[in-house]
Every structure is written in C-alpha cells, then in structure tokens.
C-alpha cells in the first residue's frame, strides 16, 4: 500500500468496507485508503466457520493504513445484527460525518455435501453472507434516502460480494453457493429502487486466494514462484472494487462482474433463449417433446465448480 493522497479517484469520500480485517476486505480497505478514502474497517474476527470474535484483525488494518498516511476507524460489530448494522453506519457518520460507499464482503465457509449439511450450517452462511448484505445496506439506504429527501442527493456506491459459486454453484458448497446467488438478486433489486436517491448498487464475483479458497481449492490458489506474476492475490481484485465505489464509475449500476487476477468479466445473467408457445395448454408428453427440442438449440450450461 502507498501512502494515502489528498487526491486519487476516492479523496473525500468515507468508505465502509465488512469483512475487512483478512483477505480480500483487508485488501480493499488499503486500496480505497491508498486512493485517499476514509475507511471504517469492519470485521468481527471470527475464525473460518464463523466462531470466536477479536477486535485485532480490524484494528490491525486500521493500524496499516494509518502507518501509511491514511485515514481509518475500527467497527468490530455483528453486522447481520440489526442492531450491529445500524452501528456501523453510525460509526461513518460520527466519525467522518458521512458515509459515500459501502463494501459488503464479509463471509464464511461451513462446507458439506447436500446430505450432510446440517441446517444450523445453513443458517450460519446464509446468515452472514445474506443476511449481512441486507442489513447493512437496509440501514445505509435509509440514510442516502433521508439526505436525498432532505435535498442533499448523494453520489453513493454499493458493491456487494457474490462469487463464482453464486453464479455457477459449487459442490460441495449449497449453503454458499444459494447465499452467493442470493446476493445477485438483491443487488438488481436495490439498483432498482434506490436509483432515485442517487444509489448506485453493482456486484463482484472475484476469485482470490483467501482464508475461504487456500483450502477448498488449493492447487488453483497456490502462491506462484517469487518473480511470478500472483494472480490470486486479493490485492488485484481491490482496483476494480474501489473504481466502483467511486465517482467515477457513474452510471453504472445494476452490473455484476467477475475479477480475477488481470481479467475483468462483465457477467451476462438469465436471457431468454429457444421458445416456443402453443397458444395452448400442452399435454404432459407434448411439454416434454418441446422441451427436448428447446434444448438442442440452447447453449449448453456452465459445469459446477467441482462437478464429476
């Protein structure tokens, strides 16, 4: 991380990054610092599965970007709490006297097959990595709505943080995977509805090595040899992150993107494709025939991550 400047694409704005004290959050709080942003670190620092809590990982990247000229404050609140969202917003607001972008990331893994998923493991991923993204937005929605009430209309940013799995499904990972698809959906309903507070709401899909991925897919997210270009380090995702919650990425919104490495994707969600309409009720069988027909005409799917 450079020292933080008085100008880059972000000086000005107050930023809130959850899920900031490892990982891609830690990354992206250091790149919007280093853009001049002030950042409100948030992070539990709960272990992979979600337990134990620790104020250190949130205060030790506020330490980084302070020792690097930069502007940050801690939050180490449950923010899939009602009660820990609206106080993350509130730290902004008292803090800098205003809030600019908000970063959903935070997450963990409780992987199991299908039928070995027990349904507090569900709730758990489901709970942070859904629940987590609504509720912080819930309550900075409320204030962007207020402000452009008042007249005052922001230039605000949303990006929340879906995955690969979201979009394709991974095995192995249903819980993660409905709660990464969940995630798209909610960011398409919010850039609907809060573009006329002027909210602008866009999704990542990245792929980065992390707590959640060095294990689940090792031999993919391996540290490359020293003078080798490291593709899934998360600091190479943050650029498109911190371009997104800034004023310069206006009128975009509503998107999803994948980032990895070098690569920026657009990502292209359900289209229709093949149809076709009797006018009528089909039969069961008839149904089917057309069905089959449909089907050869369409593109075949994406495979699973982790499909056999």
């Known amino acids: 991380m450079t020292a933080a400047v008085d100008s880059g694409i972000c000086a000005g704005r107050v930023v809130i990054v959850t899920g900031a004290g490892r990982g891609l959050g830690r990354a992206h709080a250091r ?5 001049g942003a002030r950042v409100v670190v948030n992070d539990l620092g709960a272990a992979l599965d979600g337990s134990g809590v620790s104020k250190g990982p949130a205060q030790d990247v506020v330490e980084e970007i302070r020792a690097a000229g930069g502007d940050a404050v801690a939050h180490c609140g449950d923010i899939a709490t009602p009660q820990g969202a609206a106080s993350l917003v509130q730290a902004a607001l008292e803090t800098y006297g205003r809030l600019d972008t908000l970063v959903n990331n935070a997450g ?20 942070v990595h859904l629940k987590g993204h609504f509720l912080p937005l819930k309550h900075a929605a409320a204030h962007w ?29 249903g819980n993660y995977s409905a709660a990464k698809a969940g995630i798209l959906g909610l960011t398409l309903v919010a850039a609907a509805e809060l573009a006329a507070y002027g909210v602008r709401v866009n999704a990542l899909a990245p792929a980065a090595r992390t707590r959640m991925t060095e294990q689940t897919f090792a031999d993919t997210m391996a540290a490359p040899q020293e003078s080798a270009f490291d ?27 994948e980032a990895e490495g070098g690569r920026i ?16 009720r089909w039969r069961p069988a008839e149904a089917g025939e057309a069905a089959r027909e449909l ?14």
């Open 265 to 280: 994707t657009v990502m292209e969600g359900w289209r229709p494709g093949p149809s076709a309409d009797k006018g009528a």
């Open 108 to 127: 963990f893994l409780r992987d199991r097959m299908l039928v070995n998923l027990d349904e507090d493991d569900w709730d758990a991923v489901l709970r």
């Open 31 to 35: 790149a919007y610092a280093a853009e």
């Open 231 to 257: 593709a899934m380090a998360p600091e190479n995702v943050s650029p498109l992150v911190v371009w997104l919650g800034s004023t310069a990425s206006a009128g975009v919104t509503g998107r999803v993107f």
């Open 145 to 173: 709505r207020a402000a452009a009430k008042a007249g005052r209309a922001p230039h605000a940013c949303v990006v929340n943080t879906s995955s690969g799995a979201g979009l394709l499904g991974s095995v192995g990972q």
């Open 295 to 308: 089907l050869s005409r369409a593109e075949p799917p994406q495979p699973v991550y982790g499909a056999r």
